[in-house]
Nanobody, 122 residues
């Protein structure tokens, strides 16, 4: 069973930047995604990337501010978050799936990390 370990969360002021990382123990997936869940809200899609083709998709709320990338030599995916807003405050989770479709749906994903907290102060 693949293990995912996120890092890079923290407290940042509005307008600032953070980079999240997610290291995967086994290369047994085609897609890696980032989701987030704010307190009292449902988990929502942030971004996803296809491991082979490097095809990226983003939620409208983060498009133009966040960038997902991967390092295939390290089995690691990154989420660069710029121009952060207080509404970006949430626990961020990475996840993997064999699927190359429905990448914005959390039900598509098989393995999840433990989450890393991002807090953006106003």
């Amino acid at each position: 069973q693949a293990q995912l370990v996120e890092s890079g969360g923290g407290l940042v002021q509005a307008g600032g930047s953070l980079r999240l990382s997610c290291a995967v123990s086994e290369l047994t997936f085609n897609t890696m995604g980032w989701f987030r869940q704010a307190l009292g809200k449902e988990r929502e899609f942030v971004a996803a990337i296809s491991w082979i083709g490097n095809n990226q998709i983003y939620a409208d709320a983060v498009k133009g501010r966040f960038t997902i990338s991967r390092d295939i030599t390290k089995n690691t995916v990154y989420l660069q978050m710029n121009s952060l807003k207080p509404e970006d405050t949430a626990a961020y989770y990475c996840a993997t799936t064999f699927s190359i479709s429905d990448r914005a749906m959390s039900s598509t994903y098989d393995y999840w990390g433990q989450g890393t907290q991002v807090t953006v102060s106003s």
